[in-house]
């Protein structure tokens, strides 16, 4: 296991512990606050992304025969999303999975949540490694091994997809 990986595993136990979560700063482009760095839920109820993060948990429906396959397959699963909170698909996919995670009644402290800015730095946290090209990007890990990741959208829905990468 490399190092990355190892401290990726331990990155929601040190967010809490050691880091402040949920930072903001000023994006240049839009003129808007964004979220930078580790970040939680709350913070999407304290920022800019707040409404669309509302709308798309509130309309997205899952499909329940997916998720019941899912359903049995989380365990030692850990996921890192790595999401712009100034980005469309962010805007859009993050809530739907967030919405599919709470249907599953996944473990919160096996998932890391990261805010880039436009350049996917995350202030002073190491991104290198991640190998982060568009943004969102949902990265899926059993026993701190990568076992695949959507980028930036699903090829079909995200359940869907969640489920190929874990073995359907």
Known sequence: MNKIAFLIMLLPVLTVNAQKINQK??????????LLGYCNRDGFY???FDSSYQVNYQAYVTDKLVM???KSRMSDLTITIVMGSW???SK?????FYRILDELSFDYTKLTLLCV?????AGDIPMEDLKISL????????NAKEIGRITETPEDTLEKDFLKILGD
Do not use: H, N
Request: charge should be positive; glycine fraction near 6%.
């Open 25 to 34: 700063m000023m994006d240049e482009k839009s003129g808007k606050e964004i």
């Open 46 to 48: 304290t920022s800019a």
């Open 68 to 70: 019941e396959k899912l």
């Open 87 to 89: 980005c469309g698909d």
């Open 92 to 96: 859009e996919q993050v809530p739907r």
């Open 117 to 121: 800015d436009r350049t996917k730095k």
């Open 135 to 142: 943004v969102p990007t949902f990265i899926f890990y059993r």
